[in-house]
């Protein structure tokens, strides 16, 4: 019953129009859409809505949210899940968003099972099942710097498709079988070499 609510509700939200103040946010802060056919536009654009929508979005450190924080965010989560069937990253309810890098209490081991506790500067942190927490300054970084090396709303948000499997980030995804995971197994190790290597010799890929 929930999920048929569910499905009326964003049937709803994707029914309006896209606002047009929304496409000068898209077209500032999401530049990988001029890649994308038209049919996938749409669906990227309509699980921005949808995202916006439902997530409990918070500022933090003193941020005021605006609709450029949001849909700058969600569109990047839209574009990684353009291709999977009404996955809306529904396991993670909130966002919080702070204007910079912050700091988050931390704790390490050292040698004779000492541990210390302090605070480290972080860009962003994907905990099971949300929230996710992001860095504006970073993510604005990302998706405007068209030479950029990292994009940290994809960084997150993949820690939480990989968690979806074991509730940790152990880089080993949700697969939909045990034969798909063997070959995962023999695929990815070998791809994620040679990616390495051309990227260490700086050839395109």
Same mark, same amino acid.
Request: net charge neutral; with cysteine; charged share 25%.
């Given at each position: 019953?929930?999920? *048929?609510? #569910? $499905?009326?509700?964003?049937?709803?939200?994707? /029914?309006?129009?896209?606002?047009?103040? *929304?496409?000068?946010?898209?077209?500032?802060?999401?530049?990988?859409?001029?890649?994308?056919?038209?049919? &996938?536009?749409?669906?990227?654009?309509?699980?921005?809505?949808? %995202?916006?929508?439902?997530?409990?979005?918070?500022?933090?450190?003193?941020?005021?949210?605006?609709?450029?924080? $949001?849909?700058?965010?969600?569109?990047? %989560?839209? !574009?990684?899940?353009?291709?999977?069937?009404?996955?809306?990253?529904?396991?993670? %309810? /909130?966002?919080? +968003?702070?204007?910079?890098?912050?700091?988050?209490?931390?704790?390490?081991?050292? @040698?004779?099972?000492?541990?210390?506790?302090?605070?480290?500067?972080? %860009?962003?942190?994907?905990?099971? !099942?949300?929230? +996710?927490?992001?860095? *504006?300054?970073?993510?604005?970084?990302?998706?405007?710097? @068209?030479? &950029?090396? !990292?994009?940290?709303?994809?960084?997150?948000?993949?820690?939480?498709?990989?968690? #979806?499997? /074991?509730?940790?980030?152990?880089?080993?995804?949700?697969?939909?079988?045990? @034969?798909?995971?063997?070959?995962?197994?023999?695929?990815?190790?070998?791809?994620?070499?040679?990616?390495?290597? $051309?990227?260490?010799?700086?050839?395109?890929?």
């Amino acid at each position: 019953m929930f999920g *048929w609510f #569910r $499905r009326l509700r964003r049937r709803r939200i994707t /029914s309006q129009s896209f606002p047009a103040d *929304w496409k000068e946010i898209v077209d500032t802060n999401a530049s990988f859409m001029h890649s994308l056919n038209a049919t &996938t536009q749409n669906k990227v654009r309509q699980a921005i809505q949808i %995202m916006v929508a439902e997530k409990n979005w918070e500022g933090c450190g003193g941020l005021k949210l605006t609709d450029e924080h $949001r849909v700058t965010i969600a569109a990047q %989560m839209a !574009r990684m899940i353009a291709c999977f069937k009404d996955d809306y990253f529904d396991e993670v %309810m /909130s966002i919080l +968003v702070y204007p910079a890098a912050y700091l988050a209490k931390s704790q390490k081991q050292i @040698a004779g099972g000492v541990i210390v506790e302090g605070n480290d500067g972080r %860009m962003g942190e994907a905990w099971h !099942r949300g929230p +996710v927490i992001l860095s *504006w300054a970073d993510v604005l970084e990302s998706v405007r710097d @068209a030479f &950029t090396n !990292r994009n940290v709303v994809i960084h997150e948000f993949a820690h939480q498709l990989d968690m #979806r499997n /074991s509730g940790q980030a152990d880089g080993f995804p949700t697969l939909e079988s045990a @034969a798909v995971a063997r070959r995962w197994t023999e695929v990815m190790p070998a791809a994620f070499e040679e990616h390495q290597y $051309r990227c260490q010799h700086h050839d395109p890929s």
